[in-house]
């Protein structure tokens, strides 16, 4: 069973620990790239935990409501990456709304607390495969920048260019005519 209350910590730890949180932009970038989005509801997935680094891996999991369940051909699609996918069943302790006297926690002012059915997805990735990745999205956007950013040979400037653009205009001398 998961708390909220261990959400709300990952989710913290997050925002103070930068390299984790780059970690998770990696991950999210290989979800992109091969596009696990496409598929039924893998788009609405919550993070629960991670990003756990190990030697050679990256594991995180993540929670979808129970009727909501991510489309496993999706997950399919991340195994011929080399990466490891698990499904389970599990329970969200979530506070109750508090609409009647009976909402509350006996002897407190809080609301009682409920288990709603959710999905876990563990996804244990291949660092290679997200630095492979990290790598391809680097070349390709150099790539772009240099395809389409047209450099006019005629408008470049030598070094002797830039001095002579940059002294003021000085009057040419004018030679002398012979014949007069």
Same mark, same amino acid.
């Not at 288990?115 to 390709?140: E, H, N």
């Given at each position: 069973? !998961?708390?909220?209350?261990?959400?709300?910590? =990952?989710?913290?730890? !997050?925002?103070?620990? &930068?390299?984790?949180?780059?970690? #998770?932009?990696?991950? +999210?970038?290989?979800?992109?790239?091969?596009?696990?989005?496409?598929? @039924? &509801?893998?788009?609405?997935?919550? !993070?629960?935990?991670? *990003? &756990?680094? %190990?030697? %050679?891996?990256?594991?995180?999991?993540?929670?979808?409501?129970?009727? =909501?369940?991510?489309?496993?051909?999706?997950?399919?699609? !991340? #195994?011929?990456?080399?990466?490891?996918?698990?499904? @389970?069943?599990?329970? #969200?302790?979530? *506070?109750?709304?508090?609409?009647?006297?009976?909402?509350?926690?006996?002897?407190?002012?809080?609301?009682?607390?409920?288990?709603?059915?959710?999905?876990?997805?563990?996804?244990?990735?291949?660092?290679?495969?997200?630095?492979?990745?990290?790598?391809?999205?680097?070349?390709?956007?150099? +790539?772009?920048?240099?395809? %389409?950013?047209?450099?006019? /040979?005629?408008?470049?400037?030598?070094?002797?260019?830039?001095?002579?653009?940059?002294?003021? &205009?000085? /009057?040419?001398?004018?030679?002398?005519?012979?014949?007069?």
């Amino acid at each position: 069973m !998961l708390d909220i209350i261990d959400l709300i910590k =990952n989710i913290e730890n !997050l925002t103070t620990d &930068n390299e984790s949180f780059k970690i #998770l932009k990696d991950f +999210e970038r290989v979800l992109d790239d091969i596009d696990v989005y496409v598929f @039924k &509801n893998w788009e609405d997935g919550e !993070l629960v935990e991670g *990003p &756990n680094v %190990h030697r %050679h891996t990256v594991e995180c999991k993540f929670m979808w409501p129970y009727e =909501n369940m991510p489309d496993p051909i999706g997950g399919a699609r !991340l #195994l011929d990456y080399g990466c490891k996918v698990s499904y @389970k069943e599990s329970d #969200l302790l979530v *506070p109750r709304k508090i609409y009647k006297p009976g909402d509350y926690r006996p002897g407190t002012k809080k609301g009682k607390i409920d288990a709603q059915p959710i999905w876990i997805v563990s996804i244990t990735m291949p660092k290679k495969l997200m630095q492979d990745i990290f790598q391809g999205q680097k070349r390709q956007q150099s +790539e772009y920048v240099r395809d %389409h950013i047209d450099i006019d /040979p005629s408008q470049t400037m030598t070094p002797d260019m830039a001095a002579q653009e940059a002294m003021p &205009n000085e /009057p040419v001398p004018q030679t002398p005519t012979q014949g007069m």
